[in-house]
Structure formats: structure tokens, C-alpha cells
């Protein structure tokens, strides 16, 4: 039975599979270390981390654990590789895989902040079609995105992936109207390096509890 309950840090690698999976083929799978910079990289993702490699390695270890990923070796070569499997697992299409891959690389969006966003992936031809694949998704079994309610102010209700729990979720959302949404570009050299650090800061946190997290897990084997 598959855990629904991934750190934001797996959340992370899972999406980067995904991505890269449709945005470069010829190398994927990927390595220990192109997922590493692609888990750091500063664009298309929120927020933005900072994992090592020991940490990338337990959360692919993990993956593999809920069967949605899986080592791979290229005939000839000892380096492992790695790819997502959750095309198999929850039997998607490219267009719903492209919806989740986004939401986990980006947290909650709208229907049409997601469609000018998978263009690279998949070609959605409407912002309905995207509501139509992101209903599908809802309507797994179990439930893989969920619809959020519209926020104060807002045109447009935001939808989010369920990997994580929807405690995840609410933390998403209290971040966001925190910071006044989260995606804005702070003008000035000063606060740019500002948002940096708190980014920073963000992501050592969340990598505390996750560690927090897997040594009580640790521990549950020897009780």
C-alpha cells in the first residue's frame, strides 16, 4: 500500500523525476547528481531549496519503499540511476502526469497558471481541458490533487497535490498569505538577497523536521 504522507524534500525529487522525464529524455533517467541540481535550481520551484546528496539519496530511497521510484543501471555501467514510476502506479497520461509533476515542483496553483506553465510537458488545448485532467486526478482512487477554496480577493481557486497530506497543504497556505502569495519578484539587490536567506532558511527548517521525522522512524524498528 502506497504512504501518502512524503516530506516536502521527497515531494521535490519525485517532481524533478517527472520533469525531467519529459523535458530531457535523452538523459533520463537521472543521476544522484543531476537530481541534486535540479532539486536546487532556482527557477520553477517554490520554494526554492538547498538539499545535499545524502539527503536526495534517503528521499529516493523512500520513493522506492512506496513504489514510486526505482533504480535503473544502463547496460555497462555500475552508476545507478534513477526514474519515477507514477504513470504505472496511479495509471496517468501525460496530461494528468504533467499536472501532478507541476504541483509538486510548485505547490498550489490555478487551472490557468498550470496550463501556461505544462506547455513544455504537455500541450493542454484549454484551461477547461486542464480542469478536466485535474478532476480526474481528484477523483483517483485514492485522490491524488485536491480543489482549495478561493481565497479573499481571488478570481480563480487553486488546486494542490495530496502526496504530502493536506496538513502539507495548509502549511502551503498559510506561507503563501504570509509573503502576499508567495511568487512575486522583490525588486533590488538588497532584497533579493533577503528572500534568498529566508529561502534558505525555509528549506534547513524543513529539512530539520524531515530528519526529525526519519529518526523516529529509525527508532519504531527497535520498540
Not at 86 to 91: A, D, K
Not at 110 to 132: H, I, K, N, Q
Request: net charge negative.
Amino acid at each position: 500500500m502506497i504512504e501518502f504522507n512524503l516530506s516536502a524534500f521527497e515531494a521535490r525529487v519525485l517532481g524533478v523525476l517527472g520533469e525531467k522525464r519529459f523535458l530531457t529524455p535523452d538523459v533520463y533517467p537521472l543521476s544522484l547528481n543531476a537530481i541534486v541540481n535540479a532539486a536546487n535550481q532556482l527557477s520553477n520551484r517554490e520554494p526554492v531549496m538547498s538539499l545535499g546528496e545524502e539527503t536526495v539519496l534517503a528521499c529516493l530511497k523512500r520513493l522506492q519503499d512506496n513504489h514510486v521510484a526505482q533504480t535503473y543501471y544502463p547496460a555497462g555501467s555500475r552508476v545507478a540511476k534513477y526514474q519515477h514510476m507514477m504513470s504505472e502506479v496511479f495509471s496517468l497520461d501525460d496530461a494528468r502526469l504533467s499536472l501532478l509533476t507541476l504541483l509538486l515542483l510548485r505547490g498550489p496553483q490555478t487551472c490557468g497558471e498550470l496550463r501556461g506553465r505544462t506547455g513544455r510537458m504537455y500541450p493542454f488545448a484549454s484551461v477547461d481541458s486542464v480542469e478536466r485532467s485535474l478532476q480526474d486526478l481528484a477523483a483517483n482512487d485514492p485522490p491524488l490533487v485536491m480543489q482549495l477554496p478561493k481565497s479573499p480577493g481571488t478570481k480563480e481557486a487553486r488546486w494542490a497535490h495530496l502526496l504530502c497530506g493536506e496538513v502539507a497543504i495548509e502549511r502551503q497556505e498559510m506561507a503563501a498569505s504570509m509573503h502576499g502569495g508567495g511568487g512575486s519578484v522583490v525588486e533590488g539587490a538588497a532584497d533579493d538577497r533577503v528572500t534568498r536567506l529566508e529561502a534558505e532558511v525555509t528549506s534547513l527548517r524543513q529539512e530539520v523536521t524531515w530528519l526529525t521525522e526519519e529518526l523516529a522512524r529509525f527508532r519504531k524498528q527497535f520498540e
